[in-house]
Structures are given as structure tokens and as C-alpha cells.
């Protein structure tokens, strides 16, 4: 077996991470302004779903007016705070959202991922 030095190492490291981040840089993002959130459920895997008054542009994902997240995801508490307050006060709402990288839908095979809210946005 060949041994490889330092310099071709981290060359090699380096062209892994770059096609990593030129993968995960593709991921479809979406955002709607002005949107009127009419529902929030929870499922009883974890999933929780915003529900609002406009459709998300064509994408793979079939439930273009409703976006998801998981109880576990790191943003959960914010995410809920803001979905709650858009329904009890009908306030415009901010949404980003995104497909995964191969433009697959992250939720339920069927919704996209919440990654930004703003209520009176």
C-alpha cells in the first residue's frame, strides 16, 4: 500500500469538503411573506406542522402549504413560540423552507423543512 504524505492528505480532506458543501449548497429554499398561519399539529412521531393561507412555489413536495420540523430540532421551541403565536394572533408571518439536497421533500416524504419564521414580518 502506497503511503500518502501530509500535503496529498489534506488535499484530498480538502476536495471532500468541498464537494460536501457543493452538495448540501443545492438544497431547494423557498420563502413566503405575508402568510396567514391557519393550523399547528403535532404528530405523534415528533413532527410538527405549520399550516398557512399561501402555497410554497412547485417543488416534489405535495403538501405545498404546510411546512414541518421535529420536536428534536435545535430551533423546536423557537419555531413553536412563533407558529403559535401567528395562529392566536393573525399577524403576517415570514416562512423559509427547503427540500433536501436531492430535492426530496425532509417531512413525512411529503412537506417541506421549516427553517425560518418571523411573525409581523
Known amino acids: 500500500m ?3 504524505g501530509v500535503k ?3 488535499s484530498l480532506g480538502l ?3 468541498l464537494l ?3 452538495a448540501l449548497s443545492h438544497a431547494e429554499n423557498f420563502q413566503l411573506h405575508e402568510v396567514t398561519v391557519k393550523q399547528v ?10 399550516s398557512f393561507n399561501k402555497q410554497l412555489p412547485e417543488t416534489s413536495c405535495s403538501s405545498r402549504s404546510r ?3 421535529h420536536r428534536d430540532d435545535p430551533n423546536a421551541e423557537f419555531f413553536k413560540a412563533q407558529a403559535l403565536t401567528a395562529l392566536a394572533t393573525g399577524k403576517p408571518t415570514y416562512i423559509r ?3 433536501n439536497t436531492d430535492g426530496s421533500c ?3 416524504s411529503n412537506s417541506m423543512k421549516l427553517n425560518a419564521m418571523a411573525v409581523g414580518y
Open 41 to 50: 399539529l403535532q404528530w405523534s412521531d415528533g413532527h410538527i406542522f405549520v
Open 67 to 69: 411546512v414541518g420540523f
Open 20 to 22: 460536501a458543501c457543493s
Open 97 to 99: 423552507a427547503n427540500t
Open 15 to 17: 476536495g471532500v469538503s
Open 2 to 4: 502506497k503511503k500518502l
Open 8 to 10: 496529498k492528505v489534506l
Open 106 to 108: 425532509p417531512v413525512h
